[in-house]
T-cell receptor, first 113, second 114 residues
Framework: AQSVTQPDIHITVSEGASLELRCNYS??????LFWYVQSPGQGLQLLLK??????LVQGIKGFEAEFKRSQSSFNLRKPSVHWSDAAEYFC???????????FGAGTRLFVKA | DTGVSQNPRHKITKRGQNVTFRCDPI?????LYWYRQTLGQGPEFLTY????????KSRLLSDRFSAERPKGSFSTLEIQRTEQGDSAMYLC????????????FGPGTRLTVT
């Protein structure tokens, strides 16, 4: 069955430190891969997406993610975290045709001064 | 375009009552999706429309749930005889039917069943 695992329920990083959020997926073929961010009271906002090509993708707000087929992973990174990055982050996969997106349980990011 | 909008943003209802939520997608998007999100979880797919046709429904969508998109524009999600377990955030998203199908989400409707 298709699934997405985000092993870390929450992560705390200091402002200015680097960040990596983990995501592993289970899927028969290479799916579309997404990272979304959800701030309190806000809808989910797409940070970045991957389908094919360069395995390192750049997104908005200085985020990037690397697709590793051998590890079935799509980890999200940011070199220097800002206090405004505190939010919930969701990794998601969708099949070709893209309609039934499956989300992970999310990782809540806390940023300390 | 102001993005995907959902109304109401919050709904409190008593068990057994019926509720209806509305979603207005981005105007040029012909795909529309409904998800449910409970506390501490990611969104779970409920159903999906291509224009006015409802093409897939999740097993999560019991007989008490019905969704429509009569003219291929806005959509409604109705829950009949609400139960406390229906309390959740109901999210709507829309996308084009080409490219990477990236979905744009509305702010959600938070339902509380007392």
């Amino acid at each position: 069955a298709q699934s997405v695992t985000q092993p870390d329920i929450h992560i705390t990083v200091s402002e200015g430190a680097s960040l990596e959020l983990r995501c592993n997926y289970s899927y028969g073929a290479t799916p579309y891969l997404f990272w979304y961010v959800q701030s309190p009271g806000q809808g989910l906002q797409l940070l970045l997406k991957y389908f094919s090509g360069d395995t390192l993708v750049q997104g908005i707000k200085g985020f990037e993610a690397e697709f590793k087929r051998s590890q079935s992973s799509f980890n999200l990174r940011k070199p220097s975290v800002h206090w405004s990055d505190a939010a919930e982050y969701f990794c998601a996969v969708a099949p070709t045709g893209g309609f039934k997106t499956i989300f992970g349980a999310g990782t809540r990011l806390f940023v300390k001064a | 375009d102001t993005g995907v909008s959902q109304n109401p943003r919050h709904k409190i209802t008593k068990r057994g009552q019926n509720v209806t939520f509305r979603c207005d997608p981005i105007s040029e998007h012909n795909r529309l999706y409904w998800y449910r999100q409970t506390l501490g979880q990611g969104p779970e797919f409920l159903t999906y429309f291509q224009n006015e046709a409802q093409l897939e429904k999740s097993r999560l969508l019991s007989d008490r749930f019905s969704a429509e998109r009569p003219k291929g524009s806005f959509s409604t999600l109705e829950i009949q005889r609400t139960e406390q377990g229906d309390s959740a955030m109901y999210l709507c998203a829309s996308s084009l039917d080409q490219g990477l199908y990236e979905q744009y989400f509305g702010p959600g409707t938070r339902l509380t069943v007392t």
